[in-house]
């Protein structure tokens, strides 16, 4: 069992910045790859962000290449996703997960049905 709490979020002006963490309980998270999802209303959850256990690999979807940044530091069972230069399409409720299982130190996933353990969402809204 590994609980996801989040914290950040919220309302920002375009080209602003955020810094979304996600802190979870048990050491077992620092061997779990996390990813980043975010949802709108009528849309697939779709994955912004990932790497693995070390966080030594990592992968961005190609909306958001450049401008976010996922980190962990496993000292602190945390991850982190600094968003930049915002835009109003990021306007989203965004999650962070892990999967129930340890893969090896370069592995992540993509799916969001590969991911077991889910924070609560916290919404960021991006203003014109």
């Known amino acids: 069992q590994v609980q996801l709490v989040q914290s950040g979020g919220g309302l920002v002006p375009a080209g602003g910045s955020l810094r979304l963490s996600c802190t979870a309980s048990?050491?077992?998270?620092?061997?779990?790859?996390v990813g980043w999802f975010r949802q709108v209303p009528g849309k697939e959850r779709e994955n912004v962000a990932a790497?693995?256990?070390?966080?030594?690999?990592?992968r961005y979807g190609d909306s958001v290449k450049g401008r976010f940044t996922i980190t962990r530091d496993n000292a602190k069972n945390t991850a982190y996703l600094q968003m930049n230069s915002l835009k109003p399409e990021d306007t989203a409720v965004y999650y962070c997960?892990?999967?129930?299982?340890?893969?090896?130190?370069?592995?992540?996933?993509?799916?969001?049905?590969?991911?077991?353990?889910w924070g609560q969402g916290v919404q960021v809204t991006v203003s014109s």
């Open positions: 997960a892990a999967p129930s299982f340890r893969g090896g130190s370069t592995w992540y996933a993509v799916a969001d049905y590969e991911y077991e353990y």
């Open positions: 048990g050491r077992a998270f620092r061997s779990l790859a």
């Open positions: 790497c693995s256990w070390t966080c030594g690999t990592t």
